[in-house]
């Protein structure tokens, strides 16, 4: 119990929001898309759990590619038309969401490590 504590306390509050945020997002989107589908119940139901469980770790998962992406680019500013910006943050997101049981273990693992 003390080390959720950690992890949890290791991670700023409006960042977790922030995340959960974007990811109830997407989650509604992707029940929504599944209450349309005409998909047997129990395919519905196990994407709706998998897409669950992504909804859970997914700030671990964007914690990663924050980190990755502070330590390539660093201090760097860069401009960028936002025609490009934002299909490209939206895109990052969605695949970021979608693999986040998969890569959130290591952002688990990043904030264990830094808390310790």
Known sequence: MQSFKRILGGVNARYMVRAYLIGALF????????MQGNKAAAGSAGAIAYFSLCL??????????DELKALILGDTFLILPMIL??????LINVVLFSFAVFIAPFGVAYIWYQTK
């Open 27 to 34: 989650m509604a989107l992707i029940i929504y898309t599944v």
């Open 85 to 90: 910006l934002y299909p490209a943050k939206l």
């Open 56 to 65: 859970l770790v997914f700030p671990f998962a964007k914690l990663v590619w």
